[in-house]
């Protein structure tokens, strides 16, 4: 292929990842919240294109897809891309946002502040680097290697975070042993003190506004000297009509309740939807794909175990491995199977596809519990 082709094979393929990440931004990440900042949406979307675009030149790297030459152009115009994007741009972006959504905040001082904030971050960022051996000779501040190096320190902390949280929040969402027994009639009965509330505060707010209408009245007409036959004896059949409208309800005292009973309230509507809540996961884990997260749960939590277990072996006894799980899991199914495939080909593919599945599963339960 000439370097014009493989040029709009990867323009096409960013234009379909561009898309892609805008329709999951809108439909499926944020589709409970009214997003206004198209900016917003915009860099996602840019940085999700060019995240994918990364990943496919791996993939061509690997099946030997499209000219050298020209994935080594991409891959570093992607790369230089990716860093602008997360050196530059968003940090500011974020700065900008954060310093004018603060009330106090003018906004002749806005566009100063978010500069000194980011000249901060990048100096802190670029001190990350100095417990590291990062820094070479040979490679200038502004190349590649000075920023990926950077981001790579960042990259592998954020992961291990994303993958402690992982690896307990997925055993805890999908196993059925942490699933509160919840019956219909505790919904229905939570659901019950919830709508009872809620009349009670209906009731006393219309106490009060009775109340206030009778003082302004009152405080309208206050010389009944001066009002006419007629207007004493309509007053009179009022007052008998609507008990409530005489002027001895304690305002202050109901305020108090009322400020109560809504705290109340807002406490049961909380207690009704996690109660509704575990009622789906009670019914979610009857189906066929419950009791296959169920056994995945148990799996993974016996893989966890075994691996901080062997962990702390090897840091004891100063052990070093030669073979990664997955290596030596293939080779042990070519054993028993009697299978004649190359492993060491497979198993980079293979581990390869689960380092993904762990980004993904990890980065969207993070997501799904950070947007609940």
């Not at 993939?59 to 050196?87: A, C, Q, T, V």
């Not at 405080?219 to 000297?225: A, F, G, I, K, L």
């Amino acid at each position: 292929m000439t370097f014009l082709e493989d040029t709009l094979i990867v323009l096409i393929s960013q234009a379909i990842f561009f898309i892609g990440g805008w329709i999951f931004f809108v439909k499926q990440l944020f589709r409970d919240y009214e997003v206004h900042h198209l900016l917003v949406q915009l860099i996602f979307s840019v940085t999700f294109a060019l995240s994918c675009t990364m990943f496919e030149l791996i993939i061509f790297e690997i099946i030997g897809y499209l000219d050298s030459s020209s994935r080594y152009f991409h891959w570093n115009l992607g790369l230089y891309s990716l860093l602008f994007m997360l050196i530059a741009l968003i940090p500011f972006y974020i700065a900008y946002f954060c310093i004018s959504n603060v009330r106090f905040v003018t906004k002749n001082v806005i566009r100063p502040l978010t500069m000194m904030v980011w000249f901060i971050y990048l100096y802190f960022f670029w001190k990350i680097g100095d417990p590291f051996p990062i820094l070479s000779p040979k490679q200038g501040i502004f190349s590649i290697e000075q920023g990926v190096s950077r981001i790579g320190v960042i990259g592998v902390t954020v992961m291990a975070l994303l993958s402690g949280f992982g690896a307990v929040n997925y055993p805890y969402t999908s196993m059925a042993i942490f699933i509160r027994p919840v019956t219909q009639s505790d919904v229905l009965s939570i659901e019950k003190k919830l709508l009872q509330t809620m009349d009670m505060v209906l009731v006393k707010k219309k106490r009060i506004a009775l109340a206030e209408s009778n003082s302004n009245r009152n405080y309208m007409n206050q010389s009944v000297e001066n009002r006419g036959f007629w207007s004493n004896i309509l007053s009179s059949v009022g007052n008998i009509a609507n008990p409530l409208s005489h002027n001895t309800e304690n305002i202050t005292q109901l305020r108090q309740e009322i400020s109560a009973l809504e705290e109340l309230s807002r406490q049961l509507f909380l207690e009704a939807h996690d109660a509704r809540s575990m009622r789906e996961k009670i019914e979610w884990s009857r189906t066929f794909q419950g009791r296959y997260f169920n056994f995945l749960g148990y799996f993974f939590s016996l893989y966890c175990i075994w691996k901080i277990f062997i962990s702390t072996i090897n840091i004891v006894f100063d052990r070093v491995g030669k073979k990664d799980p997955v290596t030596r899991g293939l080779e042990l199914v070519v054993h028993w199977l009697g299978l004649n495939i190359d492993v060491s080909f497979w198993s980079q593919h293979v581990s390869f596809i689960l380092v993904g599945c762990i980004v993904l599963t990890s980065i969207r339960g993070l997501l799904l519990t950070l947007t609940k």
